[in-house]
């Protein structure tokens, strides 16, 4: 038997209407089943807290890129064969 991270439940017919799911979830993350078997989690937004979404620049990408560069490499070879 699967252990849930929440109390809140829903099942996949229930996610036809999201809102009243988010609304009676109260903000908490909802489990969503299928036959009585785990599928997922959804997360509403006030669960994670504020986000920034604010864009990059292509400068900011190109440095950040340019810096994971050694850490994603090996990834690259590996995937180049493919």
Known sequence: MT???TPQICTMTELREP??????????PVAILKNSA????LVPAEAVGKVDHTPI???EL???L???RDAVQPVL??????
């Open 19 to 28: 809102q009243k799911v988010f609304d009676r979830a109260g903000g908490q």
């Open 66 to 68: 340019a810096a994971t």
């Open 77 to 82: 070879d590996y995937l180049k064969d493919k």
């Open 57 to 59: 620049t292509r400068e």
């Open 62 to 64: 190109l440095a950040h």
């Open 3 to 5: 252990r849930l991270a």
């Open 38 to 41: 785990l599928v997922g989690y």
